[in-house]
């Protein structure tokens, strides 16, 4: 299995615009979650999924953030309108279990101009 | 609300000493724990875990301590190598996995 596939690598969009995230978890991970990795609060959990249903979504900062896993290959997180306050770097990881070790994808670093 | 505390945002050791970092956390439901590694422009690597029914677990320089009632956790490493220098991510489960904020570690030679 090549890992957790993240694209874009890198997001470069104008304030106001609408921004998606793409992840492809490991084949048969159960779990999936969504992070922002800030200087401040270090790997934000923002939401996390299992078998493919948001399970908690308080991590989510506003209702400009939505998520979304259509089926157990892809998820996407999209910023709808983006804001300069939303660069940082976005990583999607996948587990096969609850309570066992996470995969991380490369992230996607976001920047909001 | 913050639910796992890494307090020291840097740690700088000498090569062939111990390193130990620090984690704390706030909810006694958390029953995993894990440290993570990670390299710029990488995502973050699993490194070592411990179960909340056990309070050592070893896996070669790396030594990972658990105090339930203090709710503490640390990660040792010995003896410390410059390939070790990264940022240490100290996680807890409840099947979601919360993350501290890191601690940047520097191995000198």
């Known amino acids: 299995d090549a890992g957790v596939i993240q694209s874009p690598r890198h997001e470069v969009t104008e304030m106001g615009q609408e921004v998606t995230l793409r992840c492809k978890p490991i084949s048969g991970h159960d779990y999936l979650f969504w992070y922002r990795q800030t200087m401040m609060r270090g790997l934000e959990l923002l939401i996390y999924f299992n078998n493919n249903v948001p399970i908690d979504d308080s991590g989510m900062p506003e209702d400009r953030f939505s998520a979304k896993m259509p089926n157990a290959s892809f998820s996407t997180l999209k910023i709808q309108p983006s804001e300069p306050r939303d660069s940082a770097v976005y990583f999607c990881?996948?587990?096969?279990?609850?309570?066992?070790?996470?995969?991380f994808g490369q992230g996607t670093r976001l920047t909001v101009v | 609300d913050q639910q796992v505390k890494q307090n020291s945002p840097s740690l700088s050791v000498q090569e062939g000493r111990i390193s130990i970092l620090n984690c704390d956390y706030t909810?006694?439901?958390?029953?995993?724990f894990l440290w993570y590694k990670k390299y710029p422009a990488e995502g973050p690597t699993f490194l070592i875990s411990i179960s909340s029914i056990k309070d050592k677990n070893e896996d070669g320089r790396f030594t990972v301590f658990l105090n339930k009632s203090a709710k503490h956790l640390s990660l040792h490493i010995v003896p410390s190598q410059p390939g070790d220098s990264a940022v240490y991510f100290c996680a807890a489960s409840a099947n979601d996995m919360r993350f501290g904020a890191g601690t940047r570690l520097t191995v000198k030679p």
């Open positions: 990881a996948s587990s096969p279990g609850g309570n066992t070790e996470a995969f």
């Open positions: 909810n006694s439901m958390f029953d995993y």
